[in-house]
């Protein structure tokens, strides 16, 4: 149930190509994660093992894994805590989309990990997942129907903000 400081939203469901320019949009935000992280694995990698600073973190390695994994993390959490408080990432903001459990109210911390392990599964799928909101009745994309949630767009508001 929407609660009252839940903001009004049209019923409006958003077009696959608004979803995909704020994935392009969040790339940058996750991608100075990334750069923040890979920073803190690398001076670990140099100053705690005694390694030459010139010498990389060896491919397929334990560690090289182990900073995927994190980087995959970190960014799950960028996008739950975002869409937890607020229902939308930075890279949302511009052509106003935000989650929304199905009955328009805040959907759940777990409910929007499910969305973004789906929504992974689906981006190495290819976009698949994506895709699928091109035919679905709904527009709902995979990570939509597994996590119970939906992306709205809302109305544009007027110049003095109502």
Not at 53 to 70: D, F, K, M, V, Y
Not at 136 to 156: I, N, P, Q, Y
Request: with cysteine; glycine share 10%.
């Amino acid at each position: 149930m929407p609660d009252a400081s839940t903001p009004p939203i049209s019923p409006s469901r958003p077009w696959i190509g608004w979803r995909l320019l704020a994935l392009v949009y969040d790339l940058w935000p996750a991608l100075a994660l990334w750069l923040l992280l890979s920073a803190a694995f690398t001076a670990a990698f140099t100053f705690l093992d005694h390694h030459d600073a010139h010498e990389n973190i060896a491919p397929l390695s334990g560690l090289q894994l182990t900073l995927w994994a994190a980087c995959w993390l970190v960014t799950g959490l960028y996008a739950v805590v975002s869409w937890r408080n607020g229902g939308q990432t930075l890279g949302m903001r511009p052509w106003r989309l935000r989650v929304r459990a199905m009955d328009g109210g805040r959907a759940s911390t777990r409910s929007l990990w499910v969305r973004f392990v789906v929504a992974t599964l689906s981006l190495l799928a290819g976009g698949l997942g994506f895709w699928w909101a091109w035919v679905d009745r709904e527009r709902l994309t995979w990570h939509d129907r597994a996590s119970g949630t939906r992306m709205v767009r809302e109305a544009k508001q007027g110049f003095g903000g109502g």
